[in-house]
């Protein structure tokens, strides 16, 4: 009589948190979406200006800037689960006071208050992905988690189209909207764990896929913590802070006034809206999904990461800004279409970025790293929607200052991406 012993299959629950949070940050985009491609009702019914519109679009990210070291440093302190928790479901509760807005003032208040929720969204996938996935996994976890920005765009586009249409008023798009967020905000809670250890599910052969393969960010770990003269003191924190805030100027910039621009200077019909943003943030979902299988591969291939970064990001870089600046020189509706959905492509490479606290800083710390990081971001979004609304009531209604803006942005993401070492932590604790 003989017997086998047969090695446990591994389970997959990181799969199943990952897709949760996935569907949050969804949710987050079509929440922000129904402003964006409701503004043209919003602004006949409350009688807003182009420059008032762009403050109104940027509102959001004033609180969402302020509020990302605190989100990162709560992160770090009580985790990721309780935080979210709380986030999804107050932000849920302000896009539905959006919905009831009577004027500028109250939608702005709403926006404010959604900025200051969202903000420790990101960052929380950023800690998880340190403690969820393993290092060879963590690219794809990274752009899998930021392709549901574009992703919820583009639905969010024929969401929110589709439910104006169906009620005959833009409030019921902020309702529901809202109201799904909170009820998805207790799903989140009842299946995420901050650690997989502390996961019921999860069996030690996911375990030690999780933990076999750390590299960079472990010689920060084997001694003192980095500190705050540590990280200000490195040129590669620096060229990634600058690197993304380039990033977000882009991005934020065009899921911001892209829906105008398709209505008022290309005369999108409310159907041929809905679809066109589909369009073009659909491209960014593909685009994310290229950069996270290539930046893998071609990590798992070579040590030089440096080099196989590098070239991922010189990729999005140059193909961001030659996108854009074909925009002012095309004439037709689909060709602008396509510039579009080009330029958001190649722009959505840039969720690699959301690697880089796991990668290169310690896991006590990437709550923070990824929030200060995120201030690029969000300072981004605070400047693109009213840089644009100036440039374009300047000109009339015309869109091409906005657009040279944008390319001008894409320039200094690329130039911050080539400078960061992708082969050495962000920082390291110097002797006193």
Not at 27 to 33: A, Q
Not at 98 to 108: F, P, Q, S
């Amino acid at each position: 009589m003989s017997s086998t012993t047969t090695t446990p299959r591994r389970s997959r629950v990181r799969l199943g948190v990952f897709g949760i949070l996935w569907i949050l940050v969804l949710l987050n985009f079509v929440d922000r979406s129904a402003l964006s491609i409701s503004l043209p009702f919003i602004s006949d019914d409350f009688k807003l200006s182009p420059a008032v519109n762009g403050w109104v679009l940027g509102s959001f990210f004033w609180t969402y800037l302020l509020f990302q070291i605190p989100g990162g440093w709560l992160l770090d302190r009580i985790g990721a689960r309780k935080v979210v928790l709380f986030a999804a479901g107050l932000w849920g509760l302000f896009q539905v006071l959006g919905g009831i807005a009577t004027g500028g003032i109250m939608l702005v208040i709403s926006r404010l208050g959604m900025g200051m929720s969202e903000a420790p969204v990101y960052p929380a996938g950023s800690k998880l992905n340190s403690k969820w996935l393993a290092s060879r996994e963590r690219a794809r976890g990274a752009t899998f988690i930021d392709a549901a920005s574009p992703f919820g765009s583009a639905v969010g586009g024929l969401i929110v189209t589709g439910l104006i249409g169906l009620s005959g008023s833009w409030r019921w798009s902020f309702i529901i909207t809202g109201a799904i967020t909170v009820a998805v905000a207790g799903l989140y809670y009842l299946y995420v764990r901050d650690d997989p250890e502390q996961h019921p599910k999860v069996n030690e052969a996911e375990l030690d896929h999780i933990h076999g393969d750390d590299v960079v960010a472990r010689e920060t770990e084997t001694g003192p913590l980095p500190g705050v003269a540590d990280y200000a003191r490195s040129s590669s924190f620096w060229s990634m802070w600058l690197g993304l805030l380039g990033w977000a100027t882009v991005w934020w910039g065009i899921i911001s006034w892209s829906p105008s621009y398709l209505s008022t200077a290309l005369h999108f019909s409310l159907a041929g809206l809905g679809w066109g943003t589909f369009f073009i943030y659909g491209m960014g979902v593909l685009g994310q999904v290229v950069a996270g299988w290539s930046t893998d591969r071609l990590r798992a291939r070579t040590t030089n990461y440096n080099g196989a970064m590098k070239l991922v990001l010189a990729v999005s870089g140059v193909g961001t800004v030659v996108s854009i600046l074909a925009l002012p020189l095309t004439h037709s509706g689909y060709a602008a279409l396509v510039a579009l959905a080009l330029a958001v492509f190649f722009n959505q490479f840039g969720g690699v970025y959301w690697a880089i606290p796991s990668w290169l800083s310690p896991k006590p710390q990437v709550g923070r790293v990824g929030s200060v990081m995120n201030v690029a971001s969000s300072l981004g979004g605070a400047i693109a929607p009213v840089v644009m609304g100036y440039a374009i009531a300047a000109s009339g209604g015309g869109y091409t200052g906005a657009f040279v803006f944008l390319a001008v942005a894409g320039i200094v993401y690329l130039g911050g991406s080539m400078f960061i070492d992708f082969n050495r932590p962000l920082a390291v604790r110097r002797a006193a």
